[in-house]
């Protein structure tokens, strides 16, 4: 696939004195004390449409720019504490301005800190990064975009059963350029696609209704992930089955509440594993700097290298380099390099989601590079990085998985998720239910969800597909953090099977 | 240049029918802290303009945040080549004017906050981790403020200016090994109202009931929903309560045959649902200010008057959230949506420990948290409870029990409710990062669905 190479800080943000910038801005705050400084300056492009039946409810194009400043000042006799400044005019001036506010603000709070801020070390990086894409969707007219989703609508449309269709796509090029006091200059590109169509089902009599959407993952892409080709999606297929699929499912039998053996496909593994091993591998939740708002999590630090997490097939990497991955760059917002490692291996935590901070206060030597802001006028975190459930070499595929099920059900699709706040007892739905019975499958199911302890799902997994089966799924939207943040992260994963997992009816749920 | 000069220089470079300009000029601060110490904190500065071209039926939709003279002009052009690419909205309609709309102070300056707002507060905060760590437990929380005053300006005449202060603290106390811990949350304009040691004691009181531990199994029980669990069940319902989803079968307000269930009976206790943009001490504003359309507000809609309305009343659903478009449709008034929610009963005036008073057995909760909707063809959510649940026995707190998941319908919830107490502005501990100006009243729901034990704590 081609790859654009234009230089970042040219061709996105050539009209910006980034120059002076980072000298105004790390200058002021060498000349106020501060141990570090690092400046973001980004600028976020993205469109969002919507349509419903075909017309468009939402059409919004917007332009995020703006100058971050963080410092680490050791203020008199308290403890070194950050600072952080941001604002929308990029200038030197105002980058001057921005660090003396970030002094300020860590002279203010620093009574209030009792940790001293300290980071792991880093090499110094200079270079730029593209993520791997080939068209710009920020360049393609919005008329072509609404164009392809009102005619994939219209297909929908057409179809027996389908009452309406829904689309909607959201494009996103994110380009950062990042300095800091140690010389690391960094600056890159990221484009990604997200694109759903929705078929609904009605019946006008009883007023009950069903929905199916497309599986499509959100994708570290450009426009071609909608005009197909190169491992891109095959939107005609999709379109064609899914109002086949969303009748089925309306006429479905309603589930028997019970313990069933499942297998779960990738595009629903994914989010349980977003939810049940993703968050519960980040250092700052283990720490307690989640407490108040996502949660903690049930794997502590004392748990690192003992902690059976699954069984012994389970092996979880963190990565921020696959290709096409959501959270893969080329560097984190810490100034920190992009890394693969272990979290879970032979069904035991090894591993956590780091940024500079976290790295130098338990220990653990160098970050693997997790930190992240979704907007320059946000502080970084310790964000996600992609978290990916790794395929047996040589394994089964997915109709050999189901074959060794005797009664169960076969869960595509993500939906509902919910999870508490030490990501131990989840609960998640899905687009398609499929009942197994004797190793084969028989119709659709409706009316399912399916809840778990993480512990004693990921014990509960007896075999991973191959790598046949892989595929990477994700989301845009992950929030965390106050102020709130989102993050794009991808998660990839085989076709799995778990024994002996409760199976709710939703509709039963509901009663009284 | 002033928000007003950049508005009006947009509308001056302005070549369609019509345009509309926003420009949101902000400032925020906020702390942060984890186990007795600060984490993170940062102020920020900001203006977003965002130009709506009008090309007769046609809409384009363009903001930026870097707002020099030269981005001016290229935000209108790149909005008015978005409407010369668009089709014909089905929502158009004429643009308000000033004789439509309500008068606003256009001139004044855009509202600032600053880290000094924490003035005051930070030293108490000090003071709250020294007490916290004699007691042998920790604070976590976060506090911000935010101003952002926004004014629209339109070819049609419109000059208006609002500015919207937003402010809230949460503050979790947690024990050393996590067996215990609660929350409190507030919502605030200024910062002024905030007592952090009146919420320390709240959390103090709450850990002291933790030390007895309770076993009890999923189940179906007697439930007192605080405000907060309220509010964010209130206000999950609020987002479903679009007309056009509605009237097109879409959601659990769709009627059967066809239609919306305004006019159902919804609750036996005569409880009021509503909105207000002079809710006294959550004040939203008053017109509205949409950057784009949605199915829920449309763009051509900008500077329409935002007035008192009552989604339930007496316990029977009176409004849908609409548009001028919407109620075109279904023949309903139009009833926009208003940037804050209130649930009261009429008479009522019973508090929260009055109500734990008269309970012989039954849950008490603290919060809610990960609330999902499930089906929405009942508006099924699902969810956890956090940072607190208690076993009354008698009238009195007996323990604290483990969390549990529950699935529960909102709509359930009300019509099955059994008692409302007295409503007070309350801020909802999941759904607060965007929607903190609630006025909730605390419920007892007889039967409420805890649907399996979570071990979190």
């Known amino acids: ?512 | 240049m002033t928000p007003q000069e950049v508005a009006e220089r947009a509308l001056a470079l302005s070549r369609t029918d019509g345009c509309i300009v926003l420009v949101d000029d902000s400032t925020s601060a906020n702390l942060r802290w984890a186990g007795n110490t600060l984490t993170t904190n940062g102020v920020t500065e900001g203006r977003t303009l965002t130009v709506l071209a009008f090309d007769g039926a046609r809409l384009g939709a363009v903001s930026r945040t870097r707002v020099t003279a030269d981005a001016i002009e290229a935000t209108v052009r790149a909005a008015e080549d978005a409407a010369a690419e668009s089709e014909p909205e089905d929502d158009a309609a004429p643009l308000i004017t000033p004789a439509e709309s309500v008068s606003a102070s256009w001139e004044e300056p855009a509202e600032r906050t600053s880290i000094g707002v924490f003035e005051r507060f930070a030293p108490a905060l000090r003071d709250a981790f020294g007490a916290a760590g004699a007691a042998g437990h920790s604070l976590y929380g976060y506090a911000e403020h935010e101003l952002t005053t926004t004014y629209l300006a339109s070819s049609t005449g419109l000059r208006l200016r609002h500015p919207q202060p937003h402010g809230r603290l949460e503050l979790t106390a947690r024990t050393p090994n996590g067996d215990r811990s609660s929350w409190t949350g507030q919502g605030t304009r200024d910062f002024r109202d905030v007592d952090i040691a009146a919420h320390a004691r709240v959390l103090a009181q709450r850990l002291d009931w933790s030390r007895r531990r309770l076993e009890l199994p999923a189940g179906r029980y007697e439930t007192l929903l605080p405000p907060s669990a309220v509010g964010d069940l209130m206000v999950y319902a609020y987002w479903s309560m679009t007309a056009l989803d509605a009237v097109e079968g879409r959601t659990a307000f769709r009627k059967p045959g066809g239609g919306t269930r305004i006019g159902e009976r919804l609750a036996e206790l005569p409880l009021r649902l509503y909105s207000d943009p002079e809710m006294s001490g959550l004040q939203a504003a008053p017109f509205i200010a949409a950057g784009a359309s949605s199915r829920r507000v449309s763009a051509f809609d900008n500077g329409l008057p935002l007035r008192s309305t009552d989604w339930i009343r007496d316990g029977e659903l009176t409004a849908l959230v609409q548009t001028r478009h919407s109620a075109g449709i279904t023949g309903q008034p139009v009833t926009a949506q208003v940037g804050n929610l209130g649930l009261e009963a009429a008479g009522s005036q019973a508090s929260l420990d009055e109500m734990v008073a008269t309970t012989q057995r039954g849950l008490l909760l603290t919060c809610l948290w990960y609330v999902r909707m499930v089906d929405p063809q009942t508006l099924l959510v699902t969810g956890l409870t956090r940072d607190g649940v208690f076993l009354v026995e008698g009238g009195e707190v007996a323990g604290a029990v483990t969390n549990f998941r529950f699935n529960e319908s909102p709509l359930d919830v009300l019509a099955r409710a059994t008692e409302a107490g007295r409503a007070e502005p309350t801020l909802p501990r999941e759904f607060g990062d965007y929607f903190t100006r609630t006025r909730m009243a605390p419920l007892r729901v007889p039967d409420f669905n805890m649907s399996s034990v979570s071990p979190a704590s």
């Open chain 1, 1 to 512: 696939m081609p790859i654009p190479t234009t230089d970042p800080r040219t061709d996105d943000l050539g009209d910006l004195p980034l120059d002076a910038v980072t000298d105004a801005a790390l200058s002021r705050a060498r000349e106020l004390g501060a141990v570090h400084a690092d400046v973001r300056v980004e600028r976020t492009a993205s469109r969002a449409l919507r349509l419903s039946d075909g017309r468009v409810q939402t059409a919004h194009t917007g332009e995020d720019v703006g100058l971050a400043v963080r410092v680490v000042v050791a203020a008199g006799a308290h403890h070194s504490t950050w600072g952080f400044a941001a604002g929308t005019d990029v200038s030197a001036d105002a980058a001057a301005r921005l660090a003396s506010a970030a002094v300020d603000v860590a002279a203010v709070t620093a009574p209030v800190n009792t940790e001293p801020v300290e980071l792991a070390d880093e090499p110094v990086h200079q270079g730029t990064w593209i993520s791997s894409y080939a068209v710009d969707p920020l360049d393609v007219p919005e008329r072509d975009q609404v164009g392809l989703l009102a005619e994939l609508s219209g297909r929908l449309l057409r179809a027996d059963g389908v009452r309406h269709a829904d689309a909607s796509m959201l494009a996103v090029k994110e380009v950062k350029f990042y300095a800091d006091l140690a010389g690391t200059r960094t600056a890159q590109r990221r484009v990604r696609m997200q694109a759903e169509l929705q078929a609904m089902w009605i019946d006008d009599e009883s007023g009950r209704f069903e929905s199916m959407r497309t599986l499509a993952p959100p994708a570290g892409r450009g426009w071609e992930w909608m005009t197909g080709g190169d491992g891109c999606w095959d939107w005609d297929r999709e379109i064609a089955e899914l109002p086949g699929l969303l009748l089925e499912k309306a006429t479905a039998p309603s589930v028997a509440a019970g313990t069933y053996d499942l297998v779960i496909d990738p595009s629903n593994l994914w989010l349980t594993i977003h939810e049940s091993i993703g968050h519960a591998t980040e250092l700052d939740r283990a720490l307690g700097y989640e407490a108040n708002y996502a949660g903690t999590t049930f794997a502590t630090f004392d748990r690192l290298g003992n902690l059976q997490y699954g069984s012994p097939v389970m092996h979880v990497t963190g990565d921020r380099t696959a290709e096409h991955g959501l959270a893969t760059v080329g560097w984190d917002d810490d100034g920190v390099a992009a890394q693969t490692w272990d979290l879970v291996r032979d069904g035991v935590l090894v591993g956590y989601q780091l940024d500079r901070r976290m790295a130098r206060l338990q220990g653990l030597g160098r970050s693997n590079g997790c930190a992240f802001a979704d907007a320059p006028h946000h502080m970084p975190l310790q964000r996600m990085a992609n978290v990916s459930l790794q395929p047996a070499a040589g394994g089964p595929s997915t109709d050999e998985l189901i074959a060794g099920v005797d009664d169960g059900i076969y869960v595509v699709g993500d939906n509902s998720w919910s999870i508490d706040m030490q990501r131990y007892n989840f609960q998640f739905t899905g687009q398609r239910f499929y009942r197994i019975r004797d190793g084969h499958l028989a119709g659709q199911l409706r009316d399912v969800a399916y809840q778990a302890n993480t512990v004693d799902f990921w014990n509960a997994m007896d075999a991973v597909g191959g790598p046949q089966t892989y595929v990477l799924g994700g989301a845009f939207n992950c929030g965390k953090g106050q102020p709130a943040q989102v993050a794009p992260v991808s998660h990839g994963c085989p076709t799995a099977r778990f024994r002996g997992i409760r199976v709710l009816n939703t509709t039963a749920e509901g009663h009284r």
